[in-house]
């Protein structure tokens, strides 16, 4: 019988360890908060997303069969909420993301390693969006400005291309909860200022020098 527990991915390896034996449904409210919490847009979690969506799908499925079944309605009532929570959860993923890309439009677009975080969908929403974006500040405000105000990516012809762009603050204090043992960890670009993160600490810091850790599963954001 289809319940929770079958939101489940399969094995792993490495840091990823740490996640087995935990719902697919935990492991995309994680993402979605790690998505919140970050200030910069994270890597796309393609096999999670799939693997809910064929879960979904099937989960469909079931509902379906046991709609015509008076014996089976409590259980088609406890699966189609657990469905719609499911949902939800996959929805705030989508939307964290979007508005994410929607805020750091230039620069994503600009840069091909934080491009290539988005899914192919993802990418084309990005592109359509930049139309749109760029056409109704064009239209609405820089069509009204002098010539040497118009770009939309400076203040000013004299100024350095990109200072009107956006970008994430990697400075931003996150709280993390460390998942295992990781050692002492550089908290400065200097190396003068380390913490040692051990398994089930909470800490609040700067996200840069977690930045990798949490890109490697060895973190979560709270």
């Known amino acids: 019988m289809d319940t929770q527990d079958d939101f489940d991915l399969g094995t792993a390896t490495g ?3 740490l996640q087995q034996g935990q719902s697919d449904a935990t492991l995309l409210k994680q993402a979605t908060v790690n998505e919140k919490v970050a200030p910069e ?3 796309y979690d393609a ?19 046991y709609r015509d079944n008076p014996q089976m309605e409590l259980p088609r009532l406890m699966y189609s909420y657990e469905l719609k929570r ?3 959860l996959l ?4 939307r964290t993301r979007l508005s994410k890309i929607e805020k750091f439009i230039l620069h994503i ?9 988005l899914s192919e969908k993802e990418k084309t929403y990005a592109q359509d969006y930049f139309m749109l974006f760029g056409r ?3 239209e609405t405000i820089l069509n009204l400005m002098p010539d040497a105000f118009r770009d939309i990516a400076k203040q000013s012809a004299g ?4 200072d009107m762009i956006p970008v994430p603050d990697q400075d931003k204090h996150v709280f993390c909860r460390v998942l295992a043992d990781r050692g002492y960890v550089e908290m400065n670009n200097a190396g003068t200022e380390t913490a040692e993160f051990s398994k089930d600490d909470l800490y609040v810091a700067r996200y840069h020098p977690i930045q990798t850790l949490l890109k490697e599963g060895w973190v979560h954001l709270i």
């Not at 677009?109 to 975080?117: A, G, N, T, W």
């Open 159 to 162: 100024s350095v291309r990109g």
């Open 86 to 88: 499911v949902r939800y």
């Open 136 to 138: 109704h500040q064009k």
């Open 41 to 43: 847009l994270l890597d």
């Open 91 to 94: 929805q705030a993923y989508h």
């Open 47 to 65: 096999p999670l997303v799939a693997s809910i969506e064929a879960q979904i799908e099937h989960q469909e499925g079931v509902i379906a069969d």
């Open 109 to 117: 677009l600009e840069k091909e390693e934080v491009l290539d975080r």
């Open 15 to 17: 840091a990823e360890e």
